[in-house]
């Protein structure tokens, strides 16, 4: 995963929308295996990425957020969670 991940930045730079994709699906990886702090991590650092170069009503910038809902629920974190899934 680590070696995908700095092949997209070498290839397209740090803030890419393909490195931020690749950080993105890492953050996925990690939260379906329970692995919530390294999901988030991964997931916020791709919402952030997206939103620089993608702007804030990008679809892939909303995706970003959703997840970001969805791992506070896993999380048992519903306070969080439901400003994220509202916007």
């Known amino acids: 995963l680590d070696?995908?991940?700095a092949i997209r930045q070498?290839?397209?730079g740090?803030?890419?929308k393909f490195t931020a994709q690749t950080t993105h699906d890492i953050g996925l990886?990690?939260?379906s295996q329970g692995n919530y702090a390294e999901a988030r991590t991964h997931?916020?650092?791709a919402h952030t990425m997206r939103r620089?170069?993608?702007g804030?009503?990008?679809s892939d910038t909303i995706q970003s957020v959703m997840e970001l809902g969805v791992l506070c629920t896993q999380e048992d974190n519903l306070l969080q969670a439901e400003p994220l899934?509202?916007?």
């Open 14 to 16: 740090a803030n890419h």
């Open 43 to 45: 997931l916020e650092k």
């Open 10 to 12: 070498r290839v397209h």
């Open 85 to 87: 899934l509202k916007q």
């Open 56 to 58: 804030e009503d990008h």
């Open 52 to 54: 620089q170069a993608l």
């Open 29 to 31: 990886l990690f939260a």
């Open 3 to 5: 070696q995908s991940l």
